[in-house]
């Protein structure tokens, strides 16, 4: 069994810098992370064991110090935290900042916002709360709750494909050709790069394992991506999660991860996916 790895795979810088002052802050004084610094339940825990303390409503911070995640937050909410006498420390990953900034200019300048992205997401939820009134598309039947306007100023969720976004961009502009559309780019470079290394990695391979959170956004679309070039794909947070099974006849297997993926956990899986490869390559031999 071949083992190969995505040209780009793992954790980003922003992701990267957020775990980093974390621990930093974390080091010096109590903290509280506003939601989950990143949708990854290894990084979560090893956070907690370091004392940080996660908190999903702003009338539970129980610490003078309240940090951001580096999916961002609206000026409203961090306002909002402000005004409840806490200091705050933003985490937020710099390209998610930019998609901020983008939505924010396109407005001054009279559009209609639209965001491209999961309804609900926390990164979503930064984006649209400063803005009454903003559509949340993902799908074209959501464009049927989308009411006609002069102009649109369009965003994306920075984790979203851009096949995708490039898509409802398209279909937007299709729905109301009297409109005008003026789209920003905002996916994060990072994110392309793992989409297009994964569609370079799944095909080419018999079985995909794709490691990352399970409420990561940008590690499920991974797994998608992959899905539709390979048709044994796995998405496991651990290599605890893996089972030889999944490898059995199995020539290539190809391993990407997600933007809130620890390097060690993606050298785990590959360890493990290593000693299933001696098994097998020893059964083989037996049998012969």
């Not at 922003?14 to 506003?34: Q, W």
């Not at 409840?84 to 420390?89: I, Q, S």
């Amino acid at each position: 069994m071949n083992i190969l790895r995505a040209d780009h795979l793992g954790m980003c810088f922003g992701v990267r810098d957020a775990i980093a002052l974390a621990k930093s802050e974390a080091a010096r004084r109590p903290i509280t992370v506003l939601g989950d610094l990143v949708h990854n339940a290894t990084v979560v825990e090893d956070l907690r064991e370091r004392g940080v303390r996660f908190e999903r409503s702003t009338e539970a911070l129980a610490t003078p110090t309240v940090m951001i995640t580096a999916h961002g937050a609206s000026d409203r909410l961090i306002a909002e935290v402000r005004g409840r006498g806490h200091t705050v420390v933003e985490a937020t990953c710099p390209l998610v900042h930019h998609a901020h900034r983008s939505l924010a200019a396109l407005v001054r300048d009279g559009f209609h916002p639209v965001v491209i992205g999961q309804r609900g997401h926390v990164e979503v939820r930064g984006l649209t709360e400063d803005h009454p009134g903003c559509d949340v598309i993902l799908s074209e039947a959501d464009l049927d709750a989308v009411a006609p306007r002069p102009r649109f100023g369009v965003v994306s969720q920075t984790t979203q494909p851009v096949a995708r976004v490039r898509a409802m961009v398209a279909a937007l502009r299709s729905r109301f050709p009297d409109s005008e559309v003026a789209y920003r780019d905002t996916v994060c470079q990072p994110t392309k790069q793992r989409q297009q290394a994964a569609e370079d990695l799944a095909s080419r391979c018999d079985v995909v394992i794709v490691i990352g959170g399970t409420q990561s956004n940008n590690t499920r679309e991974l797994v998608a991506t992959c899905a539709r070039l390979c048709d044994r794909v796995h998405h496991v947070e651990t290599a605890a999660d893996l089972q030889e099974g999944w490898f059995d006849e199995t020539g290539t297997v190809g391993i990407t991860a997600g933007t809130s993926t620890p390097d060690d956990i993606i050298d785990e899986v590959e360890e493990c996916l290593e000693r299933i490869a001696a098994r097998a390559c020893r059964q083989e031999w037996v049998a012969a």
